[in-house]
């Protein structure tokens, strides 16, 4: 795999997509801030959260983009359309899978069986995240569309 091509892109791509849902949900089209997600994963203090969680989240942005790099060298070619369509698996899997349990590895998150407790007071995302607005399966395909569009376009195979 070409790691400086991971590197390079894979942060691109990642900021990206972290500054479309962070545009997201400055325009009010979801309430989902995936940065601080994660980082209240390690820490209550919410201002911490959201430096933790950037972090986090640019680690996860180029762990996946070597998942992508891996696809596109056993294909032995990478498109941006092919990029986008390993985007919507992953946004897929994000929806259905990840915000359904991300309550139960979450130190801080509500689940929506029990309701919030002193300690669990974030609202879960829920099937598709629709907890944290109608629009936000929408929003979070799109991001990572264009997420996984920018490493496929811009991934130099090995």
């Known amino acids: 795999m070409n790691t400086r091509s991971i590197s390079l892109w894979g942060f691109v791509g990642t900021l990206v997509l972290t500054t479309l849902m962070a545009g997201s949900q400055a325009l009010g ?3 989902m801030n995936l940065p601080y997600l994660l980082g209240t994963m390690v ?9 933790l969680g950037f ?23 990478a498109t941006w359309w092919l990029g ?8 897929l899997f994000v929806l259905v899978v990840a915000s359904s349990v991300l309550h139960t590895i979450h130190p ?3 689940s929506e069986e029990q309701g919030p407790t002193p300690t669990r ?26 997420y996984g569009g920018i490493l496929g376009a811009f991934y130099r195979l090995r």
Do not use: C
Request: no cysteine; aromatic share 10%.
């Open 29 to 31: 089209l979801t309430r």
């Open 43 to 51: 820490t209550s203090d919410r201002d911490r959260a959201k430096l």
């Open 55 to 77: 972090g986090m989240h640019l680690v996860s942005g180029w762990l996946f983009a070597a998942l992508y790099a891996a696809a596109f060298q056993s294909w032995r070619r």
């Open 84 to 91: 986008a369509a390993i985007g919507m698996v992953h946004a």
């Open 108 to 110: 801080r998150m509500a």
């Open 121 to 146: 007071q974030l609202e879960p995302p829920g099937f598709l995240a629709l907890n944290y607005g109608r629009r936000t399966p929408l929003s979070l395909i799109l991001s990572h569309l264009v």
